[in-house]
């Protein structure tokens, strides 16, 4: 493993600055260190991180999402205040899921696990945060098995490496507003409506989540849609992920068949057709009828997807879950069929001591979701609170402290009682 560390001092302008938002959140910069690394995975991918440690710290946090930079998270400031470690972590598809092959994070997760163990650290403790946690999950249900007993391909059928890898364990893992897996989250909320993959305007009128003939109603006053309706909804949803499933393991075959004839007969044509990309796109994924009926599965959720206010609107716009994909990265991470990372699949793996931290008013991790993915963790030493705040961290009405904030209070505590921390800065 190859890595390029420097001191605050000597970092880039970039660097600074990201070391100065955690400084400026708290952190006194006299006593507080950060460092870049740019680790080698097992399969030669470059993964890249930043250790901000402070006096005495025996103990380091490690944050990371499968797509997400979570250099800045808003706990960092809070974790080096309670006198831990903090690494935070890029995965190889950081920004970019179009190619995020969730067992290829595995290995980018297990780089930043080693480099931990090198460094000296007695512990070292998972937080795991929205997309995040189903990530940690699937490490560490992976991580705690025998080698030649880890997943050997992808969904889509390639070797995952994870046998050959060298896989750390954590000694604790706090989850925090985790959400059920990129898979199960945009089965829940991909639109089932869509008559023709081709058009993205296409619907079937009896599916459709955004017409008042079957429960919609004008934003913000909620929807109601009837059991026999929502019924119809999910098994549609399935079927439509379904439908993409068998559209990415055809286009796989024929790659793989490709692969096969160029190995024989070693003709560029036939290397042409085996790399040629193949991209899927999925129209409409922004229709879960719990957005939009506050009576399914009641919380403290405002009106509203992760997305916006409008899921009626946004639905049929440019953004939206796995809207670009690679049929590897579709079966690997967005289906809700056939991807491995699934919280609640992984959750039995997950014996070290456990928080998790629920978010009342969260749009992506209902109550029922929650409640199935603490049911299924393993750790008998397991904590599951509730604090009042949105998914990422937002406060849920005006006044109130912030999700984060009551969150950063509960970790913390809950890390002072089962590891050693440092004197506070």
Not at 8 to 22: I, V
Not at 26 to 35: D, K
Not at 170 to 189: E, S
């Amino acid at each position: 493993m190859s890595e390029l560390a420097s001191e605050s001092s000597g970092l880039s302008t970039a660097e600074r600055l990201g070391a100065g938002r955690y400084l400026a959140a708290g952190a006194r910069p006299e006593v507080t260190r950060t460092s870049v690394h740019e680790l080698t995975t097992a399969d030669g991918a470059t993964v890249r991180g930043v250790l901000a440690t402070v006096p005495g710290a025996t103990t380091v946090v490690c944050l990371m999402h499968p797509r997400q930079d979570v250099t800045h998270h808003p706990l960092v400031a809070v974790l080096l205040e309670a006198g831990v470690a903090v690494w935070t972590q890029q995965s190889r598809s950081v920004n970019n899921d179009l190619t995020l092959v969730h067992e290829q994070a595995l290995l980018d997760v297990a780089a930043g696990m080693v480099f931990l163990r090198e460094q000296g650290f007695a512990s070292i403790v998972t937080l795991g945060n929205s997309g995040g946690g189903p990530l940690y999950a699937f490490y560490l249900e992976q991580a705690g098995l025998a080698p030649g007993d880890r997943i050997a391909t992808t969904p889509g059928g390639r070797p995952t490496g994870l046998a050959e890898a060298e896989m750390p364990h954590a000694d604790g893992a706090v989850f925090l507003a985790p959400h059920p897996g990129q898979g199960q989250l945009l089965l829940g909320c991909i639109d089932p409506s869509v008559a023709d993959e081709s058009d993205p305007l296409s619907v079937v009128p009896e599916l459709d989540p955004f017409a008042p003939a079957n429960g919609f109603a004008e934003p913000p006053t909620s929807s109601s849609y009837s059991g026999e309706f929502l019924a119809r909804y999910q098994a549609a949803q399935r079927a439509r992920v379904a439908r993409i499933d068998a559209v990415a393991r055809e286009h796989l075959a024929r790659a793989a068949e490709a692969r096969a004839a160029y190995k024989r007969t070693g003709a560029a044509a036939d290397r042409r057709r085996a790399i040629a990309p193949r991209i899927i796109t999925v129209f409409r994924t922004d229709a879960d009828p719990r957005t939009v009926d506050l009576s399914i599965d009641p919380s403290d959720r405002p009106y509203g997807s992760l997305f916006g206010r409008r899921p009626d609107l946004i639905d049929y716009g440019q953004v939206g879950f796995g809207r670009l994909t690679t049929p590897e990265a579709w079966l690997s991470t967005w289906s809700g069929l056939s991807s491995n990372a699934d919280f609640a699949r992984c959750a039995p793996g997950v014996t070290v001591p456990t928080l998790f931290v629920e978010v009342t008013g969260d749009q992506a991790a209902f109550p029922a979701d929650s409640a199935r993915m603490v049911a299924a963790l393993g750790a008998r030493d397991l904590t599951h609170q509730t604090v009042r705040g949105l998914h990422f961290g937002g406060a849920l009405a005006k006044g109130e402290p912030t999700g984060n904030d009551v969150a950063g209070e509960v970790v913390s505590t809950w890390l002072d009682k089962r590891f050693d921390l440092s004197p506070p800065i």
